[in-house]
């Protein structure tokens, strides 16, 4: 979606359900927390000494959707009403 005018006129569409419904999977993001020794061969397997095991957390980041002015509660009531009257 290039601008929210657009997201506007999409609004009550299945494409403005599809939209916001991305929005909610941009939520969070994953983030590999592991410490990795200075100059770590990332192409290392399990089976190879001194594999590091990633660390795979998902962090909250609400970015993509302040970008286009909304909140986490404000996306989940829009595809709660989305879902309500049909909008798939």
Do not use: C, W
């Amino acid at each position: 979606m290039q601008t929210i005018l657009i997201l506007d006129a999409l609004a009550g569409t299945p494409e403005h359900t599809a939209f916001i419904a991305a929005l909610k999977g941009s939520l969070t993001r994953t983030v590999d927390q592991a410490s990795y020794p200075e100059g770590y061969d990332h192409k290392l397997t399990p089976r190879d000494k001194g594999y590091v095991a990633p660390s795979i957390v998902a962090v909250p980041d609400d970015s993509a959707a302040s970008r286009f002015g909304f909140t986490k509660n404000e996306i989940e009531q829009q595809l709660g009403a989305a879902a309500a009257a049909g909008i798939n």
